[in-house]
């Protein structure tokens, strides 16, 4: 199932940026992010039964979202951070699978967040 992420950009630490992965089937949903140098690491799912989860590092900040008659998943990130910056992909999977055996990312969305 194809999976295009935008929304990302430039944003000042304290800012606010809205990611969107639009898709051609719901199943679970995860976002993901790569920053630069380290591996990739999940930042948020919603499970099929719309329940959601974040890691402790997030602190809040991140809401996980979809709206079906878009056929789209939302990331909102709040309070961002300088180490939030990133590539940040969407996925078709859930957070208990290592995001090394995933192999059906796009191409992800940049995120920089700067002063």
């Known amino acids: 199932v194809q999976l295009v992420e935008s929304g990302g950009g430039l944003v000042r630490p304290g800012g606010s940026l809205r990611l969107s992965c639009a898709t051609s089937?719901?199943?679970?949903m995860s976002w993901a992010r790569q920053a630069p140098g380290k591996g990739l690491n999940w930042v948020a799912a919603?499970?099929?039964?719309?329940?959601?989860w974040y890691p402790d590092f997030t602190m809040g900040r991140f809401t996980i979202s979809r709206d079906s008659a878009k056929n789209t998943v939302y990331l909102q990130m709040n309070s961002l951070k300088l180490e939030d910056t990133a590539v940040y992909y969407c996925?078709?999977?859930?957070?208990?699978?290592?995001?090394?055996?995933?192999?059906?990312w796009g191409h992800g969305t940049q995120v920089i967040v700067s002063s």
């Open positions: 919603m499970y099929i039964d719309n329940t959601t």
């Open positions: 089937g719901f199943t679970p």
């Open positions: 996925a078709h999977t859930i957070p208990e699978i290592d995001p090394r055996l995933y192999d059906d």
